[in-house]
Structure formats: C-alpha cells, structure tokens
C-alpha cells in the first residue's frame, strides 16, 4: 500500500541523487547502531546549491546494499539484515561536528542560532522495520521541506545481522537464538527481530549519584538514598579515595541523610543520619570541618 497513492506525476519528473553510508560490517546476531562519519554530497550537488540556495526535498527512498567484486552493487537479502529503524541527516557544514557531539552527548537540540531564512539541517527517521527497503517517502503534492546549501549527509541506523552463515541463498533459515526468545524455528523470520535478551553479556545495573555543597543539598523523597549501605555505595562512587569511614548515628529515625567529609589526608568520612553532618557546630565534630557534601540520587 502507497502512503501517497494519488500521487503526482512530478514524482517521476524529480531530479534525485544517491549517496552511500560508510561501509557496515557484522556477524551473526550483532546489532550494529551508531552514528557513522559524515558522507559529502556529491560535488555537483554542494555546487549547484552553494552560496545560500535552497534545495526542496519531496521524498526519499532507502535501501541496503552491498558492492560486488565488479563493482556492480546488489541489494541486500533482506533474510541477512533487519533494520530496526534510522535516523538520517542532511545538513549544511557547519553543522557537522555539533550533530556528532550532540549524538554523543544524547541531545539533538541546536545550539547554533538560526540566522537564516531556511534551515541548514534537515531530519529523517523511519522506524518500519523492512518494509522501509526501496519504498518511496513522498511528502504530499505542493510539500517539500527545504534546506540551505547542503554539504553532507549523517546516518544512524539500527540494523541486526540475522544472517544465518550456514546458507548462502536469500531463503530463510533459522539461526541460534538467546534463551529468552519465544520465537520457534518454524516462525519463518529470525527471532532477532524482536530484540531478544542476550545472557552471553553480562548486566550491571547501578544507581547515578550525585554531590551537592551542604549549604545547597535539598533531597526530595525521590532522591533519598534508601540506607546506610546505599550511602557508603555512592560515596564510594563519587568521591575516590583508598580508605572511607561510615559514621552512622545510633538514634533509630526516618530520617534519610547520607553526606561526606573529605579529610585533607585523602580519606574520606561518611555519615548516615548523624544530626552534626550538614553543618558545623560546637559538638566533637567541628573538627571535621563545616564544608561537607550533601548526596543525591541523580
């Protein structure tokens, strides 16, 4: 089914061009997803739009491909690779080296003002598993989005190899699987599509913390640490040190304060619920300073 079945004409009257994504290499089961380095358009594409002319994109389509020995290039078997989704990117140059570390930051807000009439970057995402191989995106007739003077495309694509290497065919045969899929042999399409649990890695799961001047360190319930061993656990995660002393009062309370002293010879105290730890005062442990840290859940 065509999203756009009445489409234009114009459709087959478009001028396009086609660029390919660094090389992707897997094996059996791999999830391959990151973003890869930035591909120049062609040079009479950047020519033809430079100096602040505007290009309208009407549709796009995507495949999977791989380059033969002749240099010929065949798509793909989609039995060998599922691509999850992507997100792709045409932008101007400028924008280069902010879309890779807002990428590795986890953050796709622009900081580059927005000086001109048109955009300078321009987004693409598709998340219709391998359905999306060679069907056309097109925007409905009179739509287009618009970019200034574009250099360079960006491209992060979510892709498993589910390639079975025992065949060499494009028909499907059921491979190894995790433990955890509930994807029989006889489905007819590889289990690994549904992203199945691995027990071959191991799993760390932890908390964050964090650390705030005593003076600033306003915990909501949220952020209460839970308990004397989840307090000594954090500080040891943010403040290093070869040697940490628990101090803990011995009054039973609801209270939940877990905060740190570092002492100038490099240990560092820890107290639980101790009424002296957030400030000083005239009681034995003034001698520990008044400039201690507070720690949150983050």
């Known amino acids: 089914v065509i999203a756009n079945a009445d489409y234009s004409t114009n459709y087959h009257q478009a001028e396009y061009f086609e660029v390919f994504s660094p090389l992707i290499q897997t094996q059996y089961s791999e999830v391959f997803w990151e973003m890869q380095d930035a591909v120049q358009l062609p040079n009479k594409i950047i020519e033809r739009f430079a100096n602040d002319k505007v290009m309208a994109v009407i549709g796009y389509e995507v495949d999977q491909v791989r380059i033969l020995p002749d240099g010929t290039e065949e798509s793909v078997p989609i039995t060998w690779a599922y691509n999850h989704h992507y997100c792709s990117w045409l932008v101007h140059d400028s924008f280069t080296e902010e879309l890779v570390a807002n990428y590795q930051n986890k953050s796709y807000v622009w900081e580059q003002p927005f000086k001109q009439d048109y955009p300078r970057n321009l987004f693409f995402s598709e998340g219709n598993g391998g359905e999306f191989r060679s069907s056309y995106h097109g925007y409905p007739n009179g739509y287009a989005q618009l970019i200034q003077s574009p250099t360079h495309f960006h491209i992060n694509p979510m892709q498993i190899d589910t390639w079975n290497r025992t065949t060499e065919g494009s028909k499907f045969e059921p491979g190894p699987l995790p433990k955890s899929s509930r994807i029989p042999p ?98 034995s442990l003034v001698a520990f300073g008044s400039t201690g840290f507070g720690l949150n859940i983050t």
Not at 205 to 228: G, P
Not at 231 to 249: F, W
Request: aromatic share 8%; hydrophobic share 30%.
């Open 186 to 283: 006889s489905a007819g399409y590889s289990g690994l599509i549904e992203c199945p649990c691995s027990t071959r890695q191991a799993k760390e799961w932890s908390m964050t913390y964090s650390i705030a001047a005593a003076a600033d360190a306003k915990c909501t319930e949220e952020d209460n640490i839970e308990n004397v061993t989840e307090c000594l656990k954090a500080a040891q995660s943010v403040v290093p040190s070869s040697e940490y002393h628990l101090i803990q009062d011995g009054v039973q309370s609801n209270a939940k304060n877990c905060s740190i002293q570092p002492r100038s010879d490099g240990t560092v105290d820890v107290f639980w619920n101790h009424p002296s730890s957030f400030a000083s005062s005239s009681s």
